[in-house]
């Protein structure tokens, strides 16, 4: 056990210690679980969420453990907590955004010049939907939350591939299944009227 915070960090980053495996082996026991339960509320797919664990730990640990070393507020286990869940949060981002653009680049585009979708352009296709969708749906005060979670629920249905179960998952959107499916073909329905025609968006 380590009942002395600081120097618990101190031993983290510090290879040279005779106890450094067991400072790992007692942050894994201590935020193993913290970690992995945010990871999967934002990921939702278990290979992913063990891939992203492990990218969280070489975060720790580049460039000489500089995000330990990093770290200010050293008597405080609780705000660590809070900053291990902050580097969590975006490699969980990096994560769904890749699973975006990995998708993106598998879409054939009906038009002129038929054929894949080169990488350079997928950011600026996914940005020509979402400001369809903006100009399409109504954004008073009122609907902007709701406007933007069916943007959210359409990006990782049909772009992302998320499946229906793992959407509704989510827990901040509290949706059900069927739900899901309405908000999608709604939208689906919309950007057909507008003239895309995203080929995959039909599977």
Not at 25 to 35: A, C, G, M, N, T
Not at 43 to 51: A, H, L, P, Q, S
Not at 71 to 88: C, D, G, M, P, Q
Not at 125 to 132: A, K, T
Request: proline share 2%.
């Amino acid at each position: 056990m380590f009942d002395d915070f600081p120097t618990f960090l101190e031993i983290l980053a510090n290879p040279a210690h005779s106890r450094y495996q067991d400072s790992w082996r007692e942050f894994e026991r201590r935020y193993q679980p913290l970690i992995a339960g945010k990871l999967y509320r934002m990921v939702c797919n278990k290979e992913r969420v063990n891939d992203c664990h492990s990218r969280v730990l070489e975060c720790l640990i580049a460039r000489d453990f500089k995000v330990i070393k990093d770290f200010k507020e050293r008597s405080s286990e609780n705000a660590f907590k809070v900053y291990l869940l902050t580097i969590t949060r975006s490699i969980a981002i990096r994560e769904l955004k890749a699973r975006l653009l990995e998708s993106f680049s598998e879409y054939e585009m009906q038009g002129p010049e038929q054929g894949m979708i080169s990488m350079q352009n997928i950011e600026d296709i996914h940005g020509r939907i979402v400001l369809c969708f903006r100009d399409m749906l109504s954004f008073t005060k009122k609907r902007a939350y709701q406007s933007e979670r069916d943007i959210f629920i359409f990006t990782l249905r049909k772009m992302a591939k998320f499946n229906t179960k793992d959407v509704s998952g989510v827990p901040a959107l509290n949706l059900k299944t069927g739900d899901i499916d309405n908000i999608v073909h709604r939208l689906m329905k919309r950007l057909q009227k507008k003239g895309f025609k995203l080929i995959d968006f039909v599977k």
